[in-house]
Structures are given as C-alpha cells and as structure tokens.
C-alpha cells in the first residue's frame, strides 16, 4: 500500500509537471505579444528585444492603426463576413450532411465519393478565379464568403455526428407524422449545437482570418477585410523614408496588429469552448 502510494504521488508530480510547462508554453507567447504591444519600442531594443513585463506603458502602437479611418470599415468588413459567411456555412453543410447520414439515400456512396474527390483534388486557383468571374463575385464581399461555402471535411464531420444520433427518435417522429423537414428543424438541430459550434468555431475562425481570397477577388481597398489592412499599415511601417521615431518599428506594430486580428476570437472561445470540445469529440467516434 505505501509502494502504491509513492507511485500514485509520483504519477501526479508527473502529470501536473507536464501540464504546469503545456500550460506556460500557451500563455507565455500571448504575454510576451502583449507585453511588447504595450511597451515603447526604445526599451524593446534596449532590453534585446525580450519583454515580458512593462516598465511604462505605451497604446501609441494601437493609435497608430485606430487613427487610420480604413481599420473601422475593415473592421466592419470583416464581421459581416464572418457572421454572415459562418451562418451561409453552417445552413448549407447541414443541409447536404444531413441527407447524406442516410443510410438508405439513393446514390448515397456516389455522392460521398465525389465530396471525398474535392479533398484529394482542387480546380487551381485559375478555374477557381475564372469561376468566381463568371458569376459576378468579383470585387465583392461574396467573392469570400461563397466559393467556400461547403467544406468537405467539415461536411464529413457533421455528417459522422448526424449519424451517430439515436434512429428511433426519427422513427418516434414519423409516427406522429412529422417529415423530414420537421425532423430536421425540431429534432436533429436542437441536439447538434455541439457539432454546430464546434464547426461553426472552424468556420468563424477562417473567415476572421480571411486574406489569400481577398487579395485574389477584391481589388476595392473599401471591401478589404481587416487581414489585408493590417497587412498593408505593416508594409507602410517597413518603408525607409518615413521617419523612423514618428512610424513605430514593424515589431511594436506586428504585436499590437496581432491583438487587434485576434482579441474577438478570445473573446468568443470561452463561450462556446464546452459546445467545442464536445462537438470535436462526438463527431470523430466514427467514420
């Protein structure tokens, strides 16, 4: 029993050793951002560029982009893509993965195949763009939003969660005459706000973060998400004739745009982490 017991204390020592270093390893980078967003950057060279505390704090870095009238109408690019694109996103995926949790859908295997095919292959950039063209996306906030509107693997997540939900509810249901429709609305939705969240999390996070589609679709400085401009006040930052004391140096810069990209997602996360995990887990038990 007293060998048993070292052993179990040891064990613990062990766990939370490695969860303690996991733990400082996810927090200390976001410190460090902060910190140096936050500190002058005299004192960031002073210090070789390590700073973890601030000795005098300084927002000049954040006025510097606040003061620029493009990052509020990024801004606001930016949310509407993310709200409206995440709500397209998550309507359509359900819709076509919910169908395809039937086992007894016609050509079911053959539709399955062909959304498989699109994570093994891609049309190219140029058919892609050439496609967006023809539709008149060009130059236009839904040049971000729909050419990815379904993503395959996403798909097949939520496809796997609609599958491992109980059949009889759907069999109680059709014996008090509800449809497939009403069973999709007042049954299958209202259990899958895990799988919904979790999904709808991916979904958000790839168009809060959305620049390659942007550079290729919009060439309207007006339309550009919030990526693009931060990227553009960077580039100005790095130009040799303005004046170095005045533009703050690119690594003050990078911090606080680094802030600014991703203290919404922060923000969000803890509210739905439970619905997360719990989507991530149920919706790879199978395949």
Known sequence: MVTRGWQERTYM?????????????????????????????????KRGGFAIIPRRVTFEAYATFLQDSKIPRAYGVTIFITMVGTLVNLVLTS?????LSKKDLPYRNVFLLLVVFTLLFSGGIIP??????????VNSVWAMILPGAVSAFYLLIMKTFFENLPE?????????????????????????????????????????????GAIIYVTDNTKHPLQVILRGILNQSQMPEQDFERVLPTETLQMAAVILSTLPILVVYPFIQKYFTQGALLGSIKG
């Open 13 to 45: 020592i062990i766990v939370y050793s490695l969860l303690t270093m996991a733990a400082i390893s996810v927090i200390f980078p976001l410190l460090y951002v902060i910190a140096v967003s936050l500190t002058p950057y005299a004192e960031v060279l």
């Open 95 to 99: 819709l076509m993965a919910y169908p």
């Open 128 to 137: 892609t763009y050439l496609v967006v063209k023809a539709t008149g996306l």
């Open 168 to 212: 009889n509810l759907d069999e109680a249901a059709k014996i008090d005459g509800a449809g497939e429709t009403r069973i999709f609305l007042s049954i299958v939705l209202p259990l899958s706000l895990p799988i919904l969240a979790t999904v709808g999390l991916f979904y958000a996070v790839g168009h809060w973060n959305e620049f390659f």
